[in-house]
């Protein structure tokens, strides 16, 4: 039997793929093969993420968890339990197991009761995949339910590589043309019922589900699903009350579409979740846009001011920062975005 390679060998050849400027979903397959040299897993999820939502945009599951998704996401949305995703995004450490969290106890997990179990899982690892402190996607890696399962070493193995992955998601991104200026499409509508079937859909959302990344063994891109199941959450008190699920979604053509949750009342008492897919405008994905570029916080405000068309002194007044200071922080954001002045910043980003 072949002989892994060692461990410093495998991470540095997984970091070469991450810097490597491939696209996604490609890019994700050829990860999680790199990452397996690593840290054997006997199955998958591997998803990119909308980070100011936190909600899933695309990925993939492989079998037999792609089977099981929608209970997956009912339980990540709507269920109490350890190590969900979001969690994980905003929290000091990106990487958790279930049997670490849960001293061993899988029964304490929903999730591993009612979904992995019956499915002959056991241990799972989990991580959230930022690049600086924004979140672009999740992995989460299955071992068969034996005794024994993810390992320290396997774990800092993982948050040792997380970060390069979130900038090797980040990058794809970055590296996608956008698609060229047109006319405007009306929007979408997909209508779900609350076991996540399709209901119905338009001509429009037809078209627009083609250009998003598919999902093995789903009907439709796993973003859709991810709106809907947050939004039940909502509607059933075990998600706090707030703005409508929306998720940003970059194509295969580079375009930006924008994707809401709500409920439809029929005239008869049917009720259906509503799916409205629309084409986004430049300044609805800016901070996300921004983001791709690599900028840190305090550049990513200057740039969001100068965009609106403050002066030097005006974001010095802002921001309590000196004009100097403005100044090396929009020369920074220049280099990054890869612009000479503000006004093709304004050309780059709101074109």
């Known amino acids: 039997m072949a002989r892994h390679p060692p461990a410093r060998t495998a991470?540095?050849?997984?970091v070469r793929h991450c810097h490597s400027?491939?696209?996604?979903p490609d890019l994700q397959r050829r990860l999680l093969r790199s990452l397996r040299r690593l840290v054997p897993a006997d199955a998958a999820f591997f998803a990119t993420a909308d980070p100011q939502s936190l909600l899933f945009t695309g990925g993939f599951a492989e079998d037999p968890l792609a089977t099981a998704m929608p209970l997956f996401l009912?339980?990540?949305?709507?269920?109490?339990?350890?190590?969900?995703?979001?969690?994980?995004a905003t929290s000091s450490s990106h990487v958790a197991s279930l049997d670490s969290v849960t001293s061993g106890d899988r029964f304490a997990s929903p999730r591993y009761r009612d979904i992995m179990r019956p499915l002959g899982f056991g241990d799972e690892l989990r991580v959230a995949l930022l690049a600086g402190s924004k979140c672009w996607g999740y992995l989460c890696l299955h071992r068969t339910d034996q005794s024994s399962?993810?390992?320290?070493?396997?774990?800092t193995l993982v948050a040792t590589a997380a970060p390069?992955?979130?900038?090797?998601?980040?990058?794809?991104?970055?590296?996608?043309?956008?698609?060229?200026?047109?006319?405007?499409?009306?929007?979408?509508?997909?209508?779900?019922?609350?076991?996540?079937?399709?209901?119905?859909?338009?001509?429009?959302?037809?078209?627009?589900?083609t250009q998003m990344h598919p999902a093995n063994g789903l009907l439709l891109p796993v973003s859709i699903y991810a709106a809907a199941s947050a939004l039940r959450a909502i509607e059933v008190g075990k998600a706090a009350p707030g703005a409508l699920p929306t998720t940003h979604v970059h194509t295969h053509s580079g375009q930006w579409l924008s994707v809401h949750a709500s409920r439809l009342n029929g005239r008869f008492g049917e009720q259906g979740i509503t799916i409205v897919i629309e084409e986004a405008d430049a300044s609805t994905t800016l901070p996300l846009r921004l983001a791709t570029h690599g900028l840190t916080p305090r550049e990513g405000e200057v740039a969001t001011l100068v965009l609106r068309g403050a002066a030097t002194k005006a974001i010095s007044v802002t921001l309590h920062i000196t004009e100097n200071t403005v100044q090396d922080h929009l020369k920074a954001v220049f280099d990054k975005v890869g612009v000479r002045s503000r006004r093709e910043l304004v050309a780059a980003m709101l074109s």
């Open 11 to 14: 991470l540095q050849d997984l």
């Open 21 to 24: 400027g491939l696209d996604a």
């Open 149 to 155: 399962g993810f390992t320290e070493s396997e774990l």
């Open 164 to 209: 390069h992955l979130g900038h090797a998601l980040r990058q794809a991104l970055l590296l996608r043309q956008p698609a060229p200026a047109g006319r405007v499409h009306e929007p979408g509508v997909v209508v779900l019922a609350d076991d996540l079937s399709l209901i119905a859909v338009t001509a429009q959302a037809s078209a627009y589900l």
């Open 74 to 88: 009912d339980n990540e949305f709507g269920a109490e339990d350890v190590n969900k995703f979001a969690a994980l």
